[in-house]
């Protein structure tokens, strides 16, 4: 399995039942199912048939109130989760493999309804970080805030944003999409 495809798990999140595995490190055991014991990366070892929780160390280099900008590598029910890339005004790279989440209720000024129709798994947020222990939460509420670099849903490309609209725009498609779009959106360089 490689490193992208594994799940990020939450404290108490289930894991997997204790007929089929058994509990690894990170992990624990109760009434007949395995539950994650931290935050991190779930690993079903189909050798030893273990489920393990590989912790993700809190980073020192994010603080809190950094502006970051991340890319969206999942998305759950309620919220999404952020490789952070790049704190902003910071020569300091960050760490790599450093994941953020943001809940729903911090995606925008507005209520947010449904998450997926926000953010997209490889869209480019510009978030702010508002938590750092135990774990790293962001927020995108503000103008500012939100995506940078937006991929269509049908071809993956970067969409152009149409500021009359208010919405992005892929021009091979023809398509609008409508996302928690920053007003720094184009106006900034990506290295990547
Ligand atoms: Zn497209």
């Known amino acids: 399995m490689s490193e992208a495809e594994k799940e990020i798990v939450y404290p108490g999140d289930k894991v997997g039942t204790s007929e089929?595995?058994?509990?690894?490190?990170?992990?624990y055991q109760e009434k007949?199912?395995?539950?994650?014991?931290?935050?991190?990366?779930?690993?079903?070892?189909?050798?030893?048939?273990?489920?393990k929780v590989e912790?993700?160390?809190?980073?020192?280099?994010?603080?809190?109130?950094?502006?970051?900008?991340?890319?969206?590598?999942?998305?759950?029910?309620?919220?999404?989760?952020?490789?952070?890339?790049?704190?902003?005004?910071?020569?300091r790279d960050v760490k790599q493999d450093v994941e953020g989440t943001i809940h729903i209720s911090e995606i925008s000024d507005d209520y947010t309804e449904e998450l997926e129709n926000e953010y997209l798994?490889?869209?480019?947020?510009?978030?702010?970080?508002?938590?750092?222990?135990?774990?790293i939460r962001l927020s995108t509420v503000g103008k500012k805030y939100g995506i940078v670099r937006g991929c269509?849903?049908?071809?993956r490309k970067p969409m152009e944003f149409k500021r009359k609209k208010g919405k992005l725009y892929c021009p091979d498609c023809e398509i609008y999409a409508d996302r928690?779009?920053?007003?720094?959106?184009?106006k900034i360089k990506l290295s990547r």
Do not use: H
């Open 20 to 27: 089929e595995w058994l509990a690894g490190e990170g992990t």
């Open 32 to 51: 007949g199912n395995i539950y994650a014991a931290q935050f991190g990366k779930l690993e079903l070892d189909e050798e030893d048939l273990e489920a």
């Open 55 to 91: 912790a993700i160390n809190p980073v020192v280099e994010v603080e809190k109130d950094d502006v970051i900008y991340g890319t969206i590598l999942m998305r759950k029910k309620s919220m999404a989760v952020v490789t952070i890339d790049k704190v902003e005004g910071a020569s």
């Open 180 to 186: 928690k779009i920053s007003s720094v959106y184009g």
């Open 152 to 155: 269509c849903q049908e071809c």
């Open 121 to 135: 798994v490889g869209d480019i947020i510009r978030g702010k970080v508002i938590q750092v222990e135990p774990t």
